[in-house]
C-alpha cells in the first residue's frame, strides 16, 4: 500500500494517536524524559502507523508476511526507544536489568510466540468486508478494512507489544556477544615480530 493511499484509508483515531505520539515523542527527546511506559507507548504507536502504511498490497495476509510485518514493527519502535534512551541517559531498554531480562526469553518462547502463531494462523480467514452497523463504525474510526490498514495496523500494535521483550532479548544477546569480541581483541597476547626475536 503507497504511503499517500494508506494515509487515505487510515482512520481518524490512528492518525491523531500518531501524531499525537510524535509530538509526545519529539518534546521527550528535546527535554530528555526517562518516562519509559509513555515513551514505550509512543514509540509502538508510531512504528505500528509507519509500518503499516508502507506495507504493500502485494504482501497479503500470508503467515510469513504477517509475521514479518509485525516483527518490523517490534524492531522500529526498539530503535526509537535506544535514541530516547540515549538522550536520556536513562536505561529504557532495560538491557541492563539483570533481573528484567532473565523474565524476557521464558515471556516470548511461552507467551508472544504461541500468540503470533495462533492468531496469524486465522487471519487469512478474517472478512475483507463490513457487513453491519457496528463493523461500519469500528471501519470509519480506525480505517479501511477492505484496504487492509485497519487489522493490519490493530495486529502490528499488539504484536509489536508482545515481540519487543524478544527483540531486546536479542539485542541484549548480541551487545553482550560484541563486548565480549572486542574485550577478547584487547587482552589477546600479540605475537613479537621477527625483528624483535632478532
Not at 509507519?50 to 518490523?72: D, H, I, M, P, Y
Not at 472478512?127 to 487492509?148: K, N, Q, W
Request: charged share 15%.
Amino acid at each position: 500500500m503507497p504511503f499517500a493511499t494508506s494515509l487515505s484509508v487510515a482512520g481518524p483515531l490512528p492518525l491523531f494517536l500518531t501524531a499525537l505520539s510524535l509530538f509526545s515523542y519529539g518534546r521527550g527527546i528535546v527535554k530528555r524524559a526517562n518516562n519509559r511506559s509513555l515513551i514505550l507507548f509512543t514509540t509502538l504507536l508510531i512504528s505500528s502507523f509507519l509500518v503499516t502504511s508502507f506495507k504493500s498490497e502485494n504482501g497479503g495476509r500470508e503467515f510469513l508476511s504477517l509475521v514479518t510485518w509485525q516483527f518490523a514493527t517490534a524492531v522500529f519502535a526498539y530503535g526509537l526507544l535506544v535514541i530516547a534512551e540515549f538522550r536520556s541517559g536513562e536505561d529504557l531498554t532495560g538491557l541492563s536489568n539483570e533481573k528484567r531480562a532473565a523474565g524476557v526469553l521464558p515471556f516470548t518462547l511461552l507467551v508472544a510466540a504461541p500468540a503470533v502463531i495462533v492468531v496469524n494462523c486465522f487471519v487469512p480467514y478474517m472478512a475483507t468486508t463490513c457487513s453491519d452497523v457496528r463493523c461500519a463504525v469500528f471501519e470509519r474510526i480506525f480505517g479501511s478494512l477492505s484496504e487492509g490498514f485497519q487489522p493490519f495496523y490493530m495486529l502490528n500494535f499488539f504484536f509489536g507489544l508482545l515481540l519487543m521483550p524478544g527483540v531486546v532479548h536479542i539485542a541484549r544477546f548480541l551487545s553482550k556477544r560484541i563486548k565480549g569480541y572486542r574485550l577478547r581483541r584487547r587482552v589477546e597476547p600479540r605475537a613479537p615480530a621477527a625483528r624483535d626475536v632478532m
